[in-house]
């Protein structure tokens, strides 16, 4: 079963930026959507920002024009620059594809906004 390698999370000042990462452990065909995902302690897991196999957007209404969701082809990785990042972004993220029979998580990666 392919699984989803994440990196890049970390403990960050407010106003600061991270980059986080998330590549398969094998290949996946067919890929429909990458997404990336955040729970925070006592909150269900909520989107936070998508990318269809078109290549468009959607981001959750508190990132917008923060946050950027991006990918690489040849790669086969995806990214979520965050930029601006407030302590409410504290959460484990996770990154998730959607592809035809398939759909994976990666592990979770911490993600700490504080001074």
């Known amino acids: 079963q392919v699984q989803l390698v994440e990196s890049g999370g970390g403990l960050v000042q407010p106003g600061g930026s991270l980059r986080l990462s998330c590549a398969p452990s094998g290949s996946i065909f067919s890929v429909q959507s990458r997404g990336w995902y955040r729970q925070a302690p006592g909150e269900q897991r909520e989107l936070v920002a998508s990318m269809d196999f078109r290549g468009n957007t959607n981001y959750a209404d508190s990132v917008k024009g923060r946050f950027t969701i991006s990918?690489?082809?040849?790669?086969n990785t995806v990214y979520l620059q965050m930029n601006s990042l407030k302590p409410e972004d504290t959460a484990v993220y996770y990154c998730n594809v959607r592809a035809i029979?398939?759909?994976a998580w990666g592990q979770g990666t911490q993600v700490t906004v504080s001074s």
């Not at 990918?71 to 790669?75: E, G, L, Q, S």
């Open 71 to 75: 990918r690489d082809n040849a790669r």
């Open 101 to 103: 029979g398939i759909v």
